[in-house]
């Protein structure tokens, strides 16, 4: 079955740094494009980044253009964030995601908190 589990939040000061980790199993990593996503308490889940199954970035949210890399290894099936200068406004749960056979599957999310 298919399983996302994501790893490396934690509690950071603004302008800290942090890399986020999914392993993926379950599918054939290297063909899916794969996504971040996240959600701040009482606020919708917003899609972070996306990455294709090569390993091309599809796209940013503009909230974190210059600061978020996506980037994945598909010798490992894990799909990483890198999230550099972070602000407050970055706290929130952070989920992996894989769209499969018309259903959107997701990890149970790391904690990412901004704050000094």
């Known amino acids: 079955q298919v399983q996302l589990v994501e790893s490396g939040g934690g509690l950071v000061q603004p302008g800290g740094s942090l890399r986020l980790s999914c392993a993926a199993s379950?599918?054939?990593?290297?063909?899916?494009?794969m996504s971040w996503y996240r959600q701040a308490p009482g606020k919708e889940r917003e899609l972070v980044a996306s990455i294709t199954g090569p390993g091309t970035p599809i796209n940013y949210v503009d909230s974190v253009k210059g600061r978020f890399t996506i980037s994945r290894d598909n010798a490992k099936n894990t799909v990483y964030l890198q999230m550099t200068n972070l602000k407050p406004e970055d706290t929130a749960l952070y989920y992996c995601?894989?769209?499969?056979?018309?259903?959107?599957?997701w990890g149970q999310g790391t904690q990412v908190t901004v704050s000094s």
């Open positions: 379950g599918f054939t990593f290297k063909l899916k494009a």
């Open positions: 995601n894989v769209y499969l056979m018309r259903t959107d599957y």
